[in-house]
Antibody
Framework: QVQLQESGPGLVKPSETLSLTCAVSDYSITSGYYWGWIRQPPGKGLEWIGTIDHSGSAYSNPSLKSRVTMSVDTSKNQFSLKMRFVTAADTAVYYC??????????WGQGTLVTVSS | QSVLTQPPSASGTPGQRVTISCSGSSSNIGGNSVSWYQQLPGTAPQLLIYGNNQRPSGVPDRFSGSKSGTSASLAISGLQSEDEADYYCGAWDDSLNGHWVFGGGTKLTVL
């Protein structure tokens, strides 16, 4: 059973950079699939942030692309998200996930990131 | 405003059959497979349907999916109280160099 666990600061100041890491257990990220980030503002729906493969090829939401960087660390079996210049609108539960081309089949438990001074 | 359109709410009584629709366009549902997710209160979403109508192991056959043209539907038969949750559709969208899109979600209430 694949397990994903997000980690990172729960509070980020406006205009600063949000940084999250997703540790993957019981599955090697080099074995296939893609690795993604999805967020959910409080009381709202899901928004795809971006996806990366084990080689580092990444693609992201056009509306967030200019602020988002994703990376993979195969030695630690984890992947990461950085989002620059955050505002209150970026307050959300952030999920990391394992994806295939047309579905997301494993989700982390999610971590709440609040943007506030 | 979500790219995929879902009704904000749906309801039914135990034992009933309910359907949730998801409307898109030729760049997403029309040309790609649809997946559905169930999000129980306070938990992460879980995959319910993939490839338009395929159930992952462990998902009861009360849940079924279908697609026609640029729309998709999730049907739940024999409604149970534990089905009360938010449901989201998702699909790949070929526009803007490709990106994932979700519906806005449907809150299902079991009366």
């Amino acid at each position: 059973q694949v397990q994903l666990q997000e980690s990172g600061p729960g509070l980020v100041k406006p205009s600063e950079t949000l940084s999250l890491t997703c540790a993957v257990s019981d599955y090697s990220i080099t074995s296939g699939y893609y690795w993604g980030w999805i967020r959910q503002p409080p009381g709202k729906g899901l928004e795809w942030i971006g996806t990366i493969d084990h080689s580092g090829s990444a693609y992201s939401n056009p509306s967030l692309k200019s602020r988002v960087t994703m990376s993979v660390d195969t030695s630690k079996n984890q992947f990461s998200l950085k989002m620059r210049f955050v505002t209150a609108a970026d307050t959300a539960v952030y999920y990391c996930a394992r994806q295939w081309h047309d579905y997301v089949n494993y989700w982390g438990q999610g971590t709440l990131v609040t943007v506030s001074s | 405003q979500s790219v995929l359109t879902q009704p904000p709410s749906a309801s039914g009584t135990p034992g009933q059959r309910v359907t949730i629709s998801c409307s898109g366009s030729s760049s997403n549902i029309g040309g790609n497979s649809v997946s559905w997710y169930q999000q129980l209160p306070g938990t992460a979403p879980q995959l319910l349907i993939y490839g338009n109508n395929q159930r992952p192991s462990g998902v009861p056959d009360r849940f079924s999916g279908s697609k026609s043209g640029t729309s998709a539907s999730l049907a739940i038969s024999g409604l149970q109280s534990e089905d009360e949750a938010d449901y989201y559709c998702g699909a790949w969208d070929d526009s803007l160099n490709g990106h994932w899109v979700f519906g806005g979600g449907t809150k299902l209430t079991v009366l």
